[in-house]
């Protein structure tokens, strides 16, 4: 059964440092998502993908974020200067059409020090 | 920003029995709804969902109520199994728009 990659599936890193997190997605989707999970609060949207350009966005998405899909596989998210509050699982996710029914990948567990 | 609410944090419900997991919403503009369910070190796994031009929706053994004057949704699972026990996630979203408001979740646990 097609399913959602994403990698790495823990990394640390020290505040001030660009992290980058990596998804491909289910090869025939065209949403694309990232989404994050604090510990013990609630999945936040982050960003949605769509046509190779950033569709929707939420107030956490600010400068330090950014969204790529380089080769027509890989969807990556990048955070330019982690701070200690980006500690979170981050969860890419893809979708044939937006319903709102979303494959989710296993997640990526960033913890910044 | 308490869009979408489940006010239960846990339930726990006997094998074979009736799990009933309530969410709430405030906003009026959202016209999908969705059940999420997610395992430990795992995504969360689409599960159910529900226009609102609908009051009920049935697959199985999952059955979701919508009841858009209370803004209020349920989800029921008749009969419960081991393999039930997860968190559930609600979540809602407005047509036209991409992104999903989800609930804290409910953790249901199933006894044997």
């Known amino acids: 059964e097609p399913e959602v990659t994403q990698t790495p599936s823990h990394q640390v890193t020290q505040m001030g440092q660009e992290v980058i997190l990596r998804c491909v997605p289910i090869s025939n989707h065209l949403y694309f998502y990232w989404y994050r999970q604090i510990l013990g609060q609630k999945v936040e949207f982050l960003v949605s993908?769509?046509?190779?350009?950033?569709?929707?966005k939420s107030e956490i998405f600010d400068d330090q974020f950014s969204v790529e899909r380089p080769d027509g596989s890989n969807f990556t998210l990048k955070i330019r200067s982690t701070k200690l509050e980006d500690s979170a699982m981050y969860f890419c996710a893809s979708s044939t059409l937006n319903t709102g029914e979303l494959f989710f990948g296993e997640g990526s567990r960033l913890t910044v020090l | 920003d308490q869009q979408v609410k489940q006010n239960s944090p846990s339930l726990s419900v006997q094998e074979g029995r009736i799990s009933i997991l309530n969410c709430d919403y405030t906003n009026s503009m959202f016209d999908y709804f969705l059940w999420y369910k997610k395992y430990p070190a795992e995504g969360p796994t689409f599960l159910i969902s529900i226009s609102s031009i609908k009051d009920k929706n049935e697959d199985g053994r999952f059955t979701v109520f919508l009841n858009k004057s209370a803004k209020h949704l349920s989800l029921h699972i008749v009969p419960s199994q081991p393999g039930d026990s997860a968190v559930y996630f609600c979540?809602?979203?407005?047509?036209?728009?991409?992104?999903?408001?989800f609930g804290q979740g409910t953790r249901l646990t199933i006894n044997p």
């Open positions: 993908f769509y046509n190779n350009e950033i569709s929707e």
């Open positions: 979540a809602a979203m407005s047509s036209g728009a991409q992104k999903l408001v």
